[in-house]
């Protein structure tokens, strides 16, 4: 590798911070980490990080140019879809390289009592029939799918709370950032007497503590489903996704 190289991460995720400490280290590398700004306090460990939205597939497409990005890696979060395929077709469009870090998603046991749908208004339909308190941890963006749900209480987690304009179910906010441990999930459900949890399939390990506790309290988890993702080379973690790296890196 003789010059310099240029890379974007489109992050928001721990996977997306591990790749950008990682690749930061290597002689020659250049590394950009773009976050969407969603969150008010972002895990950063990137000196060259850049915050909001490009505009579309034109503004990441102009981004990359202007910028003279080598090679892009789409480590957003797995529900994050509208930016995977701008950024497809924003790499296709410039003609650089483009990788996804892609978590796999939660899997099923046979202990699990999970009602899998694909939104969060169908999560919502099935609640009146399901639980009374609700365990909802969608994040604050998705809130108002279920603020019609008066007659439920739930307990809401986010890491930060939602806009004032946003309108939101009854029940109490619980602003926290994972990873989350067993025995304390354990208490949270049983403390405010859980019958129910509303999770997105983000897999992963930092807020998977959910998933085993409903389990083992018996629990149902209604799993809203990821979105579809673009075509592309896919890799499961920041290990895998430095290997691509470094592949790309010694053409």
């Known amino acids: 590798m003789s010059a310099q190289k240029r890379i974007l991460i489109l992050g928001g995720t721990r996977d997306a911070v591990e790749l950008a400490t990682q690749a930061a280290a290597i002689p020659g590398v250049v590394v950009v980490t773009s976050l969407a700004g969603r969150t008010r306090e972002p895990v950063i460990r990137s000196e060259k990080t850049r915050i909001g939205g490009f505009g579309g597939i034109s503004g990441l497409a102009d981004y990359l140019h202007q910028q003279r990005i080598d090679l892009l890696i789409d480590a957003t979060h797995p529900f994050a879809a509208q930016i995977s395929f701008n950024a497809a077709a924003a790499a296709h469009q410039v003609g650089i390289p483009r990788l996804m870090l892609v978590r796999p998603a939660w899997q099923p046991t046979p202990e699990d009592c999970w009602l899998t749908v694909e939104s969060n208004a169908a ?29 439920l209480w739930f307990l809401m987690r986010m890491i930060d709370p939602p806009h004032p304009d946003v309108p939101i179910p009854p029940g109490k906010l619980l ?13 949270l459900l049983q403390e405010h007497k ?15 503590a959910k998933i085993i506790a409903a389990r083992e309290l018996g629990l149902p988890v209604v799993m809203v489903q990821r979105p579809a993702i673009p075509d592309g080379e896919t890799v499961p973690d920041s290990s895998a996704g430095l290997t691509w790296l470094k592949a790309q890196l010694n053409r």
């Open 123 to 151: 999560a919502a339909a099935l609640l009146p029939d399901l639980a009374q308190r609700i365990f909802l941890t969608i994040g604050r963006q998705e809130l108002a799918a279920f603020a019609h749900l008066q007659l």
């Open 175 to 187: 602003l926290e950032r994972g990873p989350f441990l067993l025995e304390n999930e354990r208490s």
């Open 194 to 208: 859980i019958e129910a949890i509303v999770s997105k399939n983000s897999g992963g390990t930092a807020t998977y």
